[in-house]
């Protein structure tokens, strides 16, 4: 006898003509509200374009870092753009896709300092902001003799960027990008890498016809380059060079 059909994620999207995508609006610039408080950001603009591709209606679902994943699992949204990094914890409890961006965390430092590698970055203050994963990978490299100033969050770390107490800071890339828009007379560029995060979209487990249609919609337009123009528009660097397929 054969079993009861499976109801079909990709089916119900498609009957219902919407896709419900949970996203962080308090994350900038990946997810954020503008001054005429529409959403946008990297996350947002990857969203509209998915929907328009598949001509389906955008509904967002508003999420924090951690009700993303109860959102898809619970059916309150059928996918997950936001931020979303790949780790094995979470691939037991949703699936995901391709990779389709990169969260890059590097030591950034005003762009007239002269650094390719750890070695320039030797006897050189790096500001951190406590606990995060910079603050601990750095602190574990003994064997390098760095000098961390530790900072109590991301904007006080920016700050002693922009104000000069600080020539280097590890963070994420689109934040060292950030620190010249604030003052011109102090550009920071990502000089030494430290890990690059893949950020994917996540979908509840047992839905392989939806996933694969997301993978190769992720694909086409990684190869096309609107993905990267999305990212770069927002985050002020390209995607990694692998992903684009370059």
């Avoid at 598949?54 to 994943?69: D, N, P, Y």
Wanted: with cysteine; net charge neutral.
């Amino acid at each position: 006898m054969p079993f009861a059909a499976h109801a079909d994620l990709l089916d119900d999207v498609l009957s219902a003509k919407k896709i419900r995508v949970a996203t962080d609006l308090a994350i900038p610039p990946s997810g954020m509200i503008d001054a005429n408080l529409k959403p946008t950001g990297s996350d947002v603009e990857t969203a509209q374009l998915l929907a328009k591709d598949l001509g389906l209606e955008l509904e967002f679902v508003q999420t924090t870092g951690a009700t993303r994943i109860p959102n898809v699992q619970t059916n309150k949204a059928d996918l997950i753009i936001s931020t979303l990094s790949v780790t094995p914890e979470r691939a037991k409890v949703i699936d995901f896709t391709k990779p389709y961006a990169a969260l890059q965390s590097v030591v950034g430092c005003l762009k007239s300092v002269e650094a390719k590698s750890w070695p320039d970055l030797k006897g050189k203050t790096i500001a951190v902001s406590r606990g995060t994963t910079q603050d601990t990978t750095l602190t574990n490299m003994k064997d390098r003799d760095l000098r961390l100033a530790r900072y109590d969050d991301d904007a006080t770390m920016v700050t002693a960027a922009v104000s000069g107490q600080a020539d280097c800071i590890a963070t994420s890339a689109t934040i060292v990008n950030q620190i010249g828009v604030k003052n011109p007379s102090r550009v920071y560029e990502p000089k030494v890498p430290i890990t690059t995060f893949d950020l994917a979209m996540g979908v509840r487990k047992g839905e392989p016809r939806f996933v694969e249609k997301l993978n190769a919609w992720i694909e086409t337009n990684l190869k096309n380059g609107k993905l990267n123009a999305i990212y770069k528009k927002f985050h002020g660097s390209e995607l990694p060079p692998e992903m684009r397929g370059s």
